[in-house]
T-cell receptor
Framework: KQEVTQIPAALSVPEGENLVLNCSFTDSAIYNLQWFRQDPGKGLTSLLLIQSSQREQTSGRLNASLDKSSGRSTLYIAASQPGDSATYLCAVGDDKIIFGKGTRLHILP | GAGVSQSPSNKVTEKGKDVELRCDPISGHTALYWYRQSLGQGLEFLIYFQGNSAPDKSGLPSDRFSAERTGGSVSTLTIQRTQQEDSAVYLC????????????FGPGTRLTVT
């Protein structure tokens, strides 16, 4: 049974710093890995989708990597801004997505 | 273009009542998914529909939960004889198909069972 773990559960960093969010999964036979952002009281916004044949994806200040063999993914956020404050969720699978419990990120102005 | 919409945004109901939650997917998306987000439980898969195929109901927590999708578009999630543990945010998502496609989420319906 696939399990997804995200560490840390919460993180506070000063504005401008680069940071890394971690995600690990137990079953390496995945199809896709997706990173989402969730703002309080809102739905999920897809940030990056990495297909199983890919190693990384980039969008603006965000870079997500995937290492299937070790069951890990990282989300790198460069030059963090207060507007980046949100909960970041990692999810694996194609149809039945399995989510981690998220990392609550707070960027200090 | 219009994203995934859900209604109502909030629903308060008494224990034992039935509720219906509605999801309008993005036009042209053939796959539709329901998830539940509970405090302390994170997001969990409930059910998904792909085209005319039989839905995958493997995530439904009990037989009080059911869902249908009419005409390959709008979906309704029904919870019968609601219990307090059903209180959660119910999220709907759609995608152009199954497989390597991003899922696009609606804003959710917050259900509170009193």
């Amino acid at each position: 049974k696939q399990e997804v773990t995200q560490i840390p559960a919460a993180l506070s960093v000063p504005e401008g710093e680069n940071l890394v969010l971690n995600c690990s999964f137990t079953d390496s036979a995945i199809y896709n890995l997706q990173w989402f952002r969730q703002d309080p009281g809102k739905g999920l916004t897809s940030l990056l989708l990495i297909q199983s044949s890919q190693r990384e994806q980039t969008s603006g200040r965000l870079n997500a990597s995937l290492d299937k063999s070790s069951g890990r993914s990282t989300l790198y956020i460069a030059a963090s801004q207060p507007g980046d404050s949100a909960t970041y969720l990692c999810a694996v699978g194609d149809d039945k997505i399995i989510f981690g419990k998220g990392t609550r990120l707070h960027i200090l102005p | 273009g219009a994203g995934v919409s859900q209604s109502p945004s909030n629903k308060v109901t008494e224990k034992g009542k039935d509720v219906e939650l509605r999801c309008d997917p993005i036009s042209g998306h053939t796959a539709l998914y329901w998830y539940r987000q509970s405090l302390g439980q994170g997001l969990e898969f409930l059910i998904y529909f792909q085209g005319n195929s039989a839905p995958d109901k493997s995530g439904l927590p009990s037989d009080r939960f059911s869902a249908e999708r009419t005409g390959g578009s709008v979906s309704t999630l029904t919870i019968q004889r609601t219990q307090q543990e059903d209180s959660a945010v119910y999220l709907c998502a759609s995608s152009p198909g199954t497989g390597p496609y991003e899922q696009y989420f609606g804003p959710g319906t917050r259900l509170t069972v009193t």
